[in-house]
């Protein structure tokens, strides 16, 4: 058999986990040797087996079963590839306990394109679902893809936006590929396998399990070049994420809320912990483009992403506003401001600051709420 099957059938029993098999490379050497392991070798006490893993080991050995499972996958249209195969993600190879191998739809992220993981908690507020939103639209406007977990909340909000603006994203999943979870995401689900991708490390018919998703969280992060954290409470898997992505060398920045409110505490901590702080959308764009860009010039690849310079270059020319414009966004927010309010901050009267708020509403910077103003995020 290719080394491919071997691996496949590795990762289709259940109950051999990373940690086993790592134990049997080590002992065998190769996937192909593993396969061959007598029942004696099995039993030695170096690798420490359970009865019932040798066992499996030794019953599951059906070279044609094998073969007819694997060309089912890929007729479902889900793909396979181990740590040592081609497609298998570089970003993932160097980091703690890597995937031995993953499953995926769709298509897989480009290797080559700046990818920005969006996380946050799952029961958000208004606030939250409007940034996770804005964040996704503007990055995939960009061309940069966004790596999420497809949950409930923040996860799959920011997913969902990145893909109806046009955009890539790619949802890391803690079950198989082929399941749904949760259910209440199906549209997502659907639009992913159509326009974006998904990534499991568990065979498809996985289901999902609490364990398996902090797990995950490894991949979103290394998957990405920045983590950003919308909203998370003090104890959160999105914290999770953050930690396991500055474990990694990834940058991370995070959304300030207000300090009374539970679910931005997470957040305001990682802000105290010197993380990047997003204080509008195009501000962050610019700050990527300038320091996540390579030195020399860079130009949409032949599948037509656009690279982080392009993004600079866009945002300069939208960016052109008058000083007055420009005095009267400095003392805005994304809380809303009644007028008299901005009238003490800016020192403009009525007459100056009305038609102001026109032609920044107009411009698409700013939100009018009843008498009250607020940036566009």
């Known amino acids: 058999m290719e080394e491919i099957l071997y691996a496949y059938w590795l990762s289709n029993l259940d109950g051999v986990g990373s940690a086993t098999v790592r134990t049997l490379l080590e002992y065998a050497g190769s996937l192909e040797d593993i396969w061959k392991l ?10 420490k087996l359970k009865t019932p893993v040798k ?26 590839c181990h740590s040592r195969h081609p497609l298998y993600p570089q970003r993932l190879r160097n980091i703690y306990d890597p995937p031995l191998w993953i499953y995926a739809k769709g298509r897989l992220p480009d290797p080559e394109a700046m990818s920005i993981a969006i996380v946050g908690a799952r029961n958000c507020s208004g606030y939250g679902r409007m940034m996770a939103e804005k964040l996704a639209q503007a990055l995939a406007r960009a061309g940069l893809p966004v790596i999420s977990g497809m949950a409930r909340g923040i996860d799959g909000i920011a ?6 603006a046009g955009g890539y994203s ?25 326009s974006g991708g998904l990534i499991s490390e568990y065979h ?14 490894r991949i979103i992060s290394a998957l990405s070049d920045i983590v950003i954290v919308v909203e998370a409470r003090e104890r959160s898997g999105s914290l999770i994420t953050a930690d396991q992505a500055l474990e990694q060398g990834r940058d991370v920045y995070a959304l300030p809320g207000r300090i009374c409110d539970s679910l931005s505490q997470g957040c305001n901590r990682l802000i105290r912990q010197g993380a990047g702080v997003i204080t509008s959308v195009q501000d962050f764009l610019k700050e990527i483009a300038v320091y996540h860009a390579p030195e020399e010039d860079r130009h949409p690849s032949a599948d037509g992403c656009v ?53 920044l509403s107009m411009k698409g910077y700013i939100l009018q709420q009843g008498s009250h103003y607020m940036l566009k995020p």
């Open 38 to 47: 007598t029942p004696a070798e099995l039993n030695s006490g170096e690798l």
């Open 170 to 194: 790619c949802g890391v999943l803690g079950c198989g590929v082929d399941i749904c979870y949760p259910e209440g995401n199906r549209k997502l689900y659907d639009m992913l396998c159509s």
């Open 307 to 359: 690279r982080p310079q392009d993004v600079q270059l866009t945002l300069a020319a939208s960016g052109l506003l008058s000083a007055d414009e420009k005095k009267l966004l400095s003392v805005m927010d994304y809380y809303p401001k009644s007028v008299g309010v901005l009238q003490n901050g800016t020192g403009f009267d009525a007459v100056r600051l009305y038609p102001l708020l026109m032609q």
């Open 204 to 217: 498809p018919g996985v289901a999902p399990q609490s364990g398996q998703f902090p797990l995950r969280n």
């Open 55 to 80: 066992q499996l080991i030794l019953s599951s050995r059906d070279e044609s079963a094998v073969k007819r499972s694997y060309d089912d996958m890929l007729r479902s249209g889900i793909i396979f």
């Open 159 to 164: 997913q969902e936006a990145a893909l109806e």
